[in-house]
């Protein structure tokens, strides 16, 4: 089993910047790609950046590529979603994930965190 604690978020305005966390605990925590989710209210929980373990290869959705930046401090076993010149769009539950694999696809991943609340005013 694997637990995965998200925190960081809150309220900004737009163009500010955010960093948020998901620290990982459990067995073989480590060894897991990790990825942010995203889930806005009614719309579908969607991919937002990934990154490998094992190559430290990161990937990001097309809307946010040049914004954020997705990085994870393996001694810490913590994962970070450093968010730049943030948008109202950008506004939504940021989850944590970590799978076998870094695909965009919510039900490919094996754990998940409880969420963190993103909102960003215009």
């Known amino acids: 089993q694997v637990q995965l604690v998200e925190s960081g978020g809150g309220l900004v305005q737009a163009g500010d910047s955010l960093r948020i966390s998901c620290a990982a605990s459990?067995?073989?925590?480590?060894?897991?790609?990790m990825a942010w989710f995203r889930q806005a209210p009614g719309k579908d929980r969607v991919f937002v950046a990934g990154?490998?373990?094992?190559?430290?290869?990161?990937y990001y959705a097309h809307s946010v590529k040049g914004r954020f930046t997705i990085s994870r401090d393996n001694a810490k076993n913590t994962v970070y979603l450093e968010m730049n010149s943030l948008k109202p769009e950008d506004t939504a539950v940021y989850y944590c994930?970590?799978?076998?694999?870094?695909?965009?696809?919510?039900?490919?991943?094996?754990?998940w965190g409880q969420g963190t609340q993103v909102t960003v005013s215009s």
């Open positions: 459990g067995r073989s925590s480590g060894t897991y790609d």
């Open positions: 990154i490998m373990w094992s190559s430290g290869n990161t």
């Open positions: 994930a970590a799978g076998k694999s870094v695909v965009a696809t919510a039900l490919r991943y094996d754990y």
